[in-house]
Antibody, heavy 121, light 107 residues
Framework: EVQMVESGGGLVKPGGSLRLSCAAS????????MNWVRQAPGKGLQWVSS????????YYADSVKGRFTISRDNAKNSLYLQLNSLRAEDTAVYYC??????????????WGQGTLVTVSS | DIQMTQSPSSLSASVGDRVTITCRAS??????LAWFQQKPGKAPKSLIY???SLQSGVPSKFSGSGSGTDFTLTISSLQPEDFATYYC?????????FGQGTKVEIK
């Protein structure tokens, strides 16, 4: 069974840092692109970042570029998101999601349960 | 960036109703369109991929159609467990973008 479990969320002051982790199991982690998607309280879904299987390709949303860093450790079946220079508008539940190739493109059928990041003084 | 616009933003419907939600892309995305269902406090659940393919395990009352810029999600007979928020997402290119969501409420 495909499973992803996020951790590392919490309360942090504006300007602070946090590192999120996503522990994956039930599939060959090293062969899939992994993604972070966030959802501010009461708001919609926002894609944050993606990293290819060998870390060769990395993409960020403009709103986090230069502040967030995505990485992975295939030996540990783990995905990470380093959050720096945090702002109040980064407050959200952060989800880890796995790609799946549908024969034409890659979509996200598998999601973790999310971890809440709250940025407040 | 490709903008995804859903309509309506919310709707009220009764059990047994047929419900249709539309999603429009600001530029053509072929059929690289997914639909998700989300209930409060839960992660999104995949319903449809490639615009019209049903995710494994999802009941056939859900269907999707469209290509290019205009897409629809239809629920053929609304049941109590279907009251939720629905999102479309394009995966034609980066940045991946979602619609703003459609909240389906009980009438």
């Amino acid at each position: 069974e495909v499973q992803m479990v996020e951790s590392g969320g919490g309360l942090v002051k504006p300007g602070g840092s946090l590192r999120l982790s996503c522990a994956a199991s039930g599939f060959t982690f090293s062969t899939y692109t992994m993604n972070w998607v966030r959802q501010a309280p009461g708001k919609g879904l926002q894609w944050v970042s993606s990293i290819s299987s060998t870390s060769s390709y990395i993409y960020y949303a403009d709103s986090v570029k230069g502040r967030f860093t995505i990485s992975r450790d295939n030996a540990k079946n783990s995905l990470y998101l380093q959050l720096n220079s945090l702002r109040a508008e980064d407050t959200a539940v952060y989800y880890c999601a796995r790609d799946y190739y549908d024969g034409g493109g890659y979509y996200y059928p598998y999601w973790g349960q999310g971890t809440l990041v709250t940025v407040s003084s | 960036d490709i903008q995804m616009t859903q309509s309506p933003s919310s709707l009220s419907a009764s059990v047994g109703d047929r419900v249709t939600i539309t999603c429009r892309a600001s530029q053509g995305i072929s059929n690289y369109l997914a639909w998700f269902q989300q209930k409060p406090g839960k992660a999104p659940k995949s319903l449809i991929y490639a615009a019209s393919s049903l995710q494994s395990g999802v009941p056939s009352k859900f269907s999707g159609s469209g290509s290019g810029t205009d897409f629809t999600l239809t629920i053929s007979s609304l049941q109590p467990e279907d009251f939720a928020t629905y999102y479309c997402q394009q995966y034609n290119n980066y940045p991946r973008t979602f619609g703003q969501g459609t909240k389906v409420e009980i009438k």
